[in-house]
């Protein structure tokens, strides 16, 4: 399986990006929120971190192998568990990504049904079978913040979402985790590592009151 890809971008199209590798292009598939991200970029260097699909009817033999991309691991991540709720496959799953990860997980996590049933092909129904399946884990992916402009992340996005799997590692709740990461993020402050933001939570759970 192709897991990550680099390349020349030499295209950005309303559902797809061309790539150019040496001689050899390739067309990889992208939701909207990752198009907009790349719209700016033609003519650079990037990195997608990829799935791999299969798209066709088997039964004729006209199986194509696909490539869908994405700009962190995170987002490959939340997009596998969107494709385990029934009904959702790879195209409208595709499809529905117009938001930020981390409003749709928040969305999910906090039962917006209504929220979810306006993503391009997810219905009210498709919404509720989403919050079923899926909000027990989206406490990780709720840290997502929207980037602040094209190709840059939020403060420490990274950092904090490693911050979060260690403070839980550490045995504390997701809700407690998920407190005290966006604890770290109210102050705006670019944590270089975990090391340095683990200080930090231990400074503000000890800070005088």
Known sequence: MIKKI????EKVDSTAIELAIGPVVHEVLVPELVRRE???K???TVTLHT???????PTRGNLVPRLVGFLSQVEREFFDLILEVDGVGVRKALRAMVRAVGEIATAIEEQDATLLA???GIGAATAERMIAKLRRRMPKFALLVAR???GEAGPGADVLLETFEVLR???HSESDARRLVDSLREGRKKYRDVQESLEAIYRQM???R
């Open 6 to 9: 680099s390349g020349l971008l």
């Open 169 to 171: 590692s550490l045995g």
């Open 38 to 40: 790349l719209q700016h």
């Open 148 to 150: 602040e402009s094209p």
């Open 42 to 44: 033609v003519g650079q």
């Open 118 to 120: 306006t993503l391009p």
């Open 206 to 208: 000890h800070k005088p």
């Open 51 to 57: 799935l791999e699909f299969l798209e066709g009817n």
